[in-house]
């Protein structure tokens, strides 16, 4: 065998081993299995409380309304149906008229409000609808044109078929209910309703008891503990009839 030979069959060897090597070389390494077992990693945010929304309003607004829409929804189970109508004075800013008509609602709907004893139904009517009360969210100005007294700009009122809430009680609340705003808003459309249900004024039976929703719990609670419930308890919890 010559030389040339020989060296041909050894590039040849050569060049085979090569060619293998190079194919096991191209081909990726498998990838790790998968850790279990272990707790996953959850990475989260604290919530972000949304700030309340500032309400404006002028002392004395045009007196033109804004009206909520109807609603099919009969609250109550039994007893006489009132319809009523929910309206927000045009100028008045950071009160929607749904958003309003809304906590009304939900406060004629709660268990422990006029529904409570089976003696009233509640369902909100729109613009053109019959209705047997309207309720108001009025600046203090308008309210005492509602109200026929124009010398209160502090307080709500019933007068008639008008049940008025004064929007500066209503943004703002009053000293026996702070730190507890929706628990007054609560009592104000309670406390204004009862009236246009025939209720009157009712005095604190007790230092220390519970204030019934008919006391003047806007002027102070006069030895009594906030409650906005006609029902709070499954039953009509009353005081003596007066006021102060």
């Known amino acids: 065998m010559t030389m040339r030979t020989y060296g041909w069959m050894a590039a040849a060897l050569l060049g085979g081993l090569l060619a293998g090597c190079g194919t096991t070389a191209a081909t990726p390494a498998p990838a790790p299995p998968p850790v279990t077992g272990g707790p996953a990693l ?6 972000v409380k949304p700030r ?3 309400i404006t309003f002028p002392r004395r607004g045009s007196g033109r309304w804004v009206t909520a829409a109807a609603s099919a929804e009969i609250v109550g189970t039994r007893g006489r149906l009132m319809r009523y109508r929910v309206v927000v004075e045009r100028e008045i800013r950071g009160v929607s008229v749904a958003g309003f008509a809304a ?12 529904t409570g004893g089976g003696d009233w139904r ?23 044109e509602l109200c026929a007294d124009a010398s209160d700009g502090y307080t709500s009122c019933r007068n008639g078929a008008k049940v008025v809430l004064n929007v ?28 246009r249900l025939g209720h009157g004024h009712e005095l604190c039976p007790g230092k220390g008891e519970r204030g019934p ?14 409650n906005p419930w006609p029902y709070p308890d499954g039953e009509l919890y009353r005081g003596p009839s007066g006021q102060y």
């Open 168 to 195: 500066a009680r209503w943004a703002g609340g009053v000293p026996g209910y702070r730190n507890n705003l929706r628990g007054y808003r609560q009592y104000m459309v309670n406390h204004e309703v009862g009236h």
């Open 122 to 144: 509640f369902r909100r009517v729109g613009p053109g609808d019959r209705y047997d009360f309207t309720l108001y969210l009025a600046t203090p100005g308008t309210r005492g």
């Open 213 to 226: 929703v008919m006391l003047q719990q806007t002027l102070g609670l006069h030895g009594c503990t906030q």
């Open 103 to 114: 906590a009304a609602g939900a406060t004629l709907a709660d268990p422990r409000g006029w």
């Open 52 to 54: 309340p929304t500032k």
């Open 42 to 47: 959850v990475v989260s945010s604290p919530p």
